[in-house]
Structure formats: C-alpha cells, structure tokens
C-alpha cells in the first residue's frame, strides 16, 4: 500500500449487526454496564456473537527502549512484546513523513500477518511533550496553555507553554492536509504510529491506545478516516491535559483511569485482562 487515498477508502466500520446481536445478547435490560460495552465493542471488531478473547495480543513499542516494568506488566498480562526503533525516521518534509506512515502500514501488516489479534500501541519517548500538545491543541482547536503538561514548576511549565505555543504555529499553515501536518509538528514516532493506526482498522484488527502520544497519533489518522476510531479503544486515562481533550475528541471512554503518566505501554495493558473478563 503506497496511497494514503486507497488505504483510507479501504477502512469500514466494525460489524454493526454483530454490535447489536451482542447487545440483545448480554445486555437485553440495559443494565451491563461497562463490561458490556467492550464485550460488545470487541464483538463488532471480531464480527463474532459472542466474542472471544483476544489469544495474540501484541505491545508494539515504537521507541527503541522498552522500560522494564513495561515488559514485566506485558509477561503478566500474556501479552507478547515488540520494540520497533523508529528514532532513524524523520518527518522533515511531506515525502519523508509519508515513508514514515507507511513505515507504520508495514508494520501492522507485519503484526496482522503474523497472527496478532490485538494491538497495544504505545510510545513512551519523553521528548514526544511538544509535538503531542501541539497536535493535540490544533486538531481540538484548544489554547497552548489546555494542552501543556502539568507536574512541573511554574516556570518549567511557562516554558513548555511557549514551546507549544510555537509548534502550533508552525503547524497551523498546514492544517488542511495530514501528512504536510505531521511533517510540520510531528516526529517519525507519530507518523509511524499513524500509520500503524490506520492499516490495523483496514485490516479490521482491534487496537487498544496507550497515553497522550498515541492518542494524538490518532487524532491524525481519525482526520485521515473517520471510520478507523471504531476500531480503537483507549486502554488508559493519564493526568497530562492533551491526552483527555485527544479522547474527548475522538469520542473514547478509557478503560482505566489510574493516574499513570507517560506512553510506555503500562496503561494500556493493564486493560487488557479488564476486556478478557468482559468478554468472559
């Protein structure tokens, strides 16, 4: 797959009727609750009444690290682990940031191909803060200042409001098109998460979202196709602003709200036993 166009056209809903039989099925008075919802959600993904559990789950770590409770939560949880370096690609310019999408694309077909039933999606490099807030703040129309992480001084925080304030500048002239936007504000992480994003909804294969990077990972491939935020599933609410706005947005309810900061993969996996149980 090398456009962006045939790929996007290629994404459908999840399977509606399914959705509804699931419902009908486990829910018949309205009164399931949570659990419900994702047990139906998931149903939809895998077109099956009932759902089953997912049996290849995969972490994909786009970083290079992959820190060490990250991989003990991955062993606990069953959930195998894959760390994809991605420092090397760049998004200078809008040839560059496409390779990097579609670095993405290959990626998930690589997972897909090889048996994964779920993704988790996570990316933990801490120097993704401005990019992400400033993704976040154009693609939700939000000010610098709602979209700067907190848990820092005031002065530290100032200063990161700036740099924010300066990236959504510069990505501003770019907002009608995705790729030129990722090449303006966006690093090779996100642009390879896009992708990633984007293929496993083509492939109608379930992704469960990590922290505030990935989610604004998929503010971009949301404006790409509408149709992809179906197959997602926000694992993990984290205290940073953006990342809140970014599901609000996107209209995803976060399985959990345990107040972890960062993008390494914790959150999101700790829902996965949450979605076992539900369809369970």
Sequence with gaps: MTDLAELTAAIARPDDGARR??????????????????????????????????????????????????????????????????????????????????????????EVDGGADLLVLALPDLHLAVPVAGLVGLLTKADASAVTATGQDDAAWMVACAATRDTMRRGRPAMADRVDLLAAVGTGDLAVATGVLLQAASRRTPVLLDGPAVAAAALVAARLSFRAADWWLAGNLSPDPAHGLALARLSLEPVLDLGLRGDDGTGALLAVPVLRAAVR
């Design 21 to 110: 039989e699931a419902r009908d099925l486990l829910d018949p008075d309205g009164t399931g609750g949570r659990l419900v919802d994702l047990a139906v959600w998931l149903a939809g993904a895998q077109s099956r009444v009932p759902a089953v559990p997912p049996t290849r789950p995969r972490l994909l770590v786009l970083d290079g690290t992959a820190p060490a409770r990250t991989v003990s939560v991955a062993i606990d949880t069953g959930v195998d682990l894959r760390v994809v370096g991605t420092r090397e690609m760049a998004t200078g310019n809008r040839d560059e940031a496409l390779a990097a999408v579609l670095a993405g694309v290959a990626l998930a077909d690589e």
